[in-house]
């Protein structure tokens, strides 16, 4: 049986924020899985500057 248990969002809301914040842009792309080589969107990249 799964149980659910709904979790305040505010309580981790800065903590993720900051994580965020810090991470450079390599790691953000890496994170976000841009700069995997299936990105899906890849192929539209080099029409948008």
Same mark, same amino acid.
């Given at each position: !049986? ?6 305040? &969002?505010? !309580?981790?809301? $800065? ?13 953000? #792309?890496?994170?976000? $899985? ?6 899906? #969107? ?6 948008? &500057?």
């Amino acid at each position: !049986m799964l149980i659910l248990v709904k979790q305040k &969002p505010a !309580m981790h809301t $800065g903590a993720v924020k900051q994580w965020i914040a810090s991470l450079s842009k390599t790691e953000a #792309l890496r994170k976000a $899985g841009t700069l995997a080589e299936n990105f899906w #969107l890849r192929a539209l990249l080099p029409i948008f &500057p």
